[in-house]
């Protein structure tokens, strides 16, 4: 039972990557927990996905087929309903131990590709202070209730938090008859897509609520209401704003988490601001021969890129061996919350190098510099960059005299 590449997580992303070890040669196993491959596509009924990839507009079960049937015809070896238990480095390969139906077993691997995707944060994790009645769900669970059980888990509901997946259920549930009271954001601008804020929203006539934040829930058995509060520039409630809105639910959309308990178990190192492992262009951690991919690495705006950057992850593992790589450091500066790959690794290609990243404010007329050691060698211009949209960049690092040592930074300013 040993394998080239093993493919932890069987979604967009380890579906990718798994169909790129395989046309590279290697012999790869993919390892997914539940009944069915796909990830959380299944559930992702509206349009909108494969526009890089494909070029059209396909919802998210259409869009993970297409790799699906690719991994069914392929020789790639799958374990479902299989979990996870323990990793561990034995000399130049890593055990892994799972449980399945079957019962416990290790399979012996070179390199892994961790495409574990992320979690929702839940209620506790931002603090709404009340009683645990039900009616309070993440709107992924609210989600796979309406799209893939058939049940209406709410009549009349608030929706805390503008990310994207809350915006799309803002839309859902209006289109199966509840009633949206309104979205309420703490932040002053949105979180989600500037195309969700209007095709979900204003188009619904549904109200969101800037600088407002959700502070108590009321019930015993069931949600009967909510207190919604104005907060100031602190994120802090404002005395004597309270207004109590009756409703039987709460969707909470207020941000997703990376699943790395495997990785942070290898001891790879996360970097603070993605929550995902800090990786070189080949997506490969400072641990060697331990791979990540997709929403695991960091939280993608669109499942393209997901798709792309696993797709590297997956290649690059098929041709793992073990040498001696020359890491410099990639750091956002200032107007930048985050860049990824966090490392440049000088012993392989850097003429073809993917960068992503966000900005860390809202900027009109802003311009990118990319510096090593202080110097500016790169320039470009943004009509506008916001925080929930992340950018993408394709740079050549090898027209420059990078040396070990150095330090790239990747910047952001407003003219």
Not at 109 to 131: D, N, P, S
Not at 156 to 178: N, P
Request: hydrophobic share 40%.
């Amino acid at each position: 039972m040993r394998y080239d590449v093993t493919v932890i997580g069987g979604g967009p992303a380890g579906l990718a990557a798994a169909l790129a070890a395989d046309k590279e040669g290697a012999k790869v196993l993919l390892i997914e927990r539940e009944r069915k491959l796909g990830g959380i596509l299944k559930q992702c009924i509206h349009d909108g996905f494969g526009l890089m990839t494909f070029g059209e507009r396909l919802s998210g079960p259409e869009y993970s087929e297409r790799f699906i049937d690719k991994v069914l015809a392929s020789d790639i070896e799958k374990k479902l309903l299989t979990f996870v238990t323990k990793i561990k480095k034995v000399k130049n390969e890593f055990v892994i131990c799972y449980v399945n139906r079957e019962g416990a077993g290790h399979i012996r691997t070179k390199a892994i590709v961790l495409a574990t995707g992320c979690r929702e944060r839940t209620a506790k994790q931002v603090f709404i202070h009340g009683t645990r009645p039900s009616g309070i769900y993440t709107a992924g669970t609210a989600q796979y209730y309406v799209n893939l059980m058939g049940e209406m888990p709410v009549k009349r509901c608030v929706i805390l938090g503008s990310g994207d997946i809350g915006l799309i259920m803002a839309r859902r549930l209006t289109l199966e008859g509840a009633e949206v009271l309104g979205v309420y954001e703490a932040k002053p601008t949105p979180s989600g897509l500037t195309r969700n804020i209007h095709q979900c929203l204003k188009d619904f006539d549904i109200p969101l609520h800037l600088s407002h934040t959700v502070t108590r829930v009321f019930g015993d058995d069931r949600l009967t209401g909510v207190e919604v509060m104005k907060v100031d520039e602190n994120m802090r409630p404002v005395p004597g704003t309270e207004e109590k809105i009756e409703c039987d639910g709460l969707i909470l959309s207020v941000g997703l988490i990376p699943e790395n308990e495997l990785a942070e178990s290898l001891d790879v190192p996360i970097d603070e601001r993605t929550r995902g492992p800090v990786c070189d262009q080949e997506y490969m951690s400072e641990v060697e021969g331990i791979f990540c991919a997709g929403n695991a690495l960091h939280v993608n705006d669109l499942v393209d890129y997901v798709t792309e950057n696993a797709w590297s992850a997956g290649k690059s593992s098929a041709h793992y061996e073990k040498k001696e790589r020359i890491l410099i450091p990639v750091l956002p500066g200032e107007g930048t919350s985050y860049v990824v790959p966090e490392r440049l690794n000088l012993s392989a290609s850097i003429d073809n190098v993917t960068m992503y990243f966000r900005s860390a404010r809202e900027m009109r007329n802003a311009k990118l510099k990319i510096r090593i050691d202080g110097k500016t060698v790169f320039e470009k211009k943004y009509q506008v960059v916001r925080p929930p949209e992340m950018e993408r960049l394709q740079m050549d690092f090898s027209r420059f005299s990078i040396r070990k040592n150095q330090m790239i930074e990747i910047i952001l300013e407003e003219a």
